[in-house]
């Protein structure tokens, strides 16, 4: 079967008066041509979804070999802003979202706010249940006992992110159930409200599928890869007030740590 051609209107129009590759300069071709490409891309200009030229179209445009465009386009794929579809198109990428979960105690509205982007949340489920095994030991509070149960869908940019849900002993925040989280943070609340503020957390990582309730509520394939994200918030005295249990989509989800290594100073040599 023959590969299909995208629609015209939907391939980025190259700017005809625009050189984007000076010959006489001394930065490689193919960083003068993926900074032309990502300067477009990162601006809004180009949209994702959208294609981009062709390997000849991009040869003959800018008057480079295609193994400068093959350069700039592998670094395009390594900064996650394009990627190859069947038949060897490449395709704008959706933003991928670059969270500090792991290393920082924001929550997702707080760190998505903190980095320009508009979170959005839809409330699935919001009520106090029972504590099963898990939450309750996660908790450290008696199996059966009640806590609030908060399942939400987080949207950034209008497209699905994560799907999470959040345990409170139901103690800690009686009312809570009554509160809209459509566009406010638990965490912001939290303090406002009650006074709890989370001063230190426990949190893993892991790669799961999703299942196919998860898939589609997250818009992704049938188990595809996701970062399930594990958390306990503590309180300054050590009281556990959060569990929560997240599922990120692995295509727009990267996780961001910062290292800071301790090095004991060296001890002094005899006789100094």
């Known amino acids: 079967m023959p590969r299909s051609r995208p629609k015209d209107q939907d391939v980025v129009p190259m700017d005809p008066s625009h050189n984007a590759v000076d010959v006489q300069s001394p930065v ?19 949209q994702p979804g959208r294609y981009l030229p062709s ?19 592998a670094l395009l794929v390594q900064k ?42 839809r409330v699935l489920d919001l009520r106090a249940v029972p504590a099963d095994p898990q939450v309750a030991g996660a908790l450290a509070i008696k199996e059966g006992d009640p806590v609030i149960l908060l399942h939400r869908l987080r949207f950034l940019d209008g497209v699905p992110e994560v799907l999470v849900t959040t345990y409170l002993p139901e103690k800690m925040c009686p009312g809570l159930t009554n509160e809209d989280f459509s566009n406010q943070s638990l965490y912001a609340l939290l303090a406002a409200r009650y006074g709890h503020v989370i001063a230190r957390g426990l949190r893993s990582i892991e790669a799961v599928a999703l299942s196919k309730a998860q898939a589609e509520l997250l818009q992704a394939p049938v188990g595809s890869p996701a970062l399930l994200l594990k958390s306990i918030g503590l309180l300054a005295d050590g009281s556990p007030i959060e569990y929560y249990v997240a599922f990120h989509r692995g295509d727009r989800a990267r996780f961001v740590v910062q290292l800071v290594r ?11």
């Open 262 to 272: 301790n090095v004991e100073p060296a001890a002094p040599s005899p006789g100094t």
């Open 55 to 73: 390997e000849d179209e991009l040869c003959s445009h800018f008057g480079v070999s295609r193994t400068v465009v093959r350069q700039a386009m």
């Open 28 to 46: 490689p071709l193919y960083h003068q041509l993926a900074t032309y490409l990502m300067d477009r891309i990162q601006s809004g200009q180009w």
């Open 80 to 121: 996650r802003l394009v990627t190859k579809k069947s038949g060897k198109r490449t395709v704008i990428a959706a933003p991928v979202y670059e969270g500090t979960l792991m290393q920082s105690l924001r929550g997702f509205y707080e760190d998505a706010i903190a980095r320009g982007e508009r979170p959005y949340t």
